[in-house]
């Protein structure tokens, strides 16, 4: 049989829905992140639903739509300061802990996530 995937491992299409809905209201508050992000959310939780399917393992829903995500590039237009890295990823595990992703596959997980997050780092805390 075939080595399970995060995606697998973390229960699949339902919870990473569930992860987006989590995630999105706490940006939507957050003081750093909220200015970046426009009123009507529903585009991006779409297309992040999407991208964090096929970066967990599972169908590569976002490619077919979007292409390559090249996600550092698209990310240029907003100045996204450490601090910001550190609050999407605080947002982040919140969410995680309010779903239930829990084990090794958080932890899989997680560790890809911070490594993505500042990766996306473009501007200096003192110019954001
Ligand atoms: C899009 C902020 C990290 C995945 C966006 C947008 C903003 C943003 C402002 C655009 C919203 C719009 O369409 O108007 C940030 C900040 C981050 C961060 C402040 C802090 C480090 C990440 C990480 C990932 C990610 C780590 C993936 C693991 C995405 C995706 C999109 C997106 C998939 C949609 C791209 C597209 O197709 O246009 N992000 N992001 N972001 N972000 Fe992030």
């Known amino acids: 049989h075939s080595i399970e995937s995060t995606y697998e ?3 699949g299409d339902r919870t990473v829905r569930r992860i ?8 939507q508050q957050h003081p750093l992140l909220k200015p970046l992000f426009p009123e009507d959310l529903e585009p991006v939780k779409e297309k992040q639903y999407r991208f964090l ?3 967990l393992g599972g169908p ?9 995500p090249m996600l550092r590039a698209r990310h240029l237009r907003f100045p996204i300061t450490p ?7 605080q947002c982040m ?3 995680l802990d309010e779903v239930g992703v829990t084990g090794e596959a ?6 890809r996530l911070v490594i ?7 501007t200096p805390d003192e110019a954001g």
């Open 116 to 122: 993505a997050a500042h990766h996306m780092v473009n």
């Open 20 to 27: 987006v809905e989590a995630f999105y209201p706490r940006v």
């Open 93 to 95: 595990a919140e969410a």
């Open 53 to 55: 399917t096929q970066f």
């Open 106 to 111: 958080r932890d899989e997980m997680w560790n």
């Open 83 to 89: 601090q910001r890295a550190q609050a999407w990823l």
């Open 60 to 68: 590569p829903l976002y490619t077919s739509i979007h292409g390559h």
């Open 9 to 11: 491992k973390i229960g």
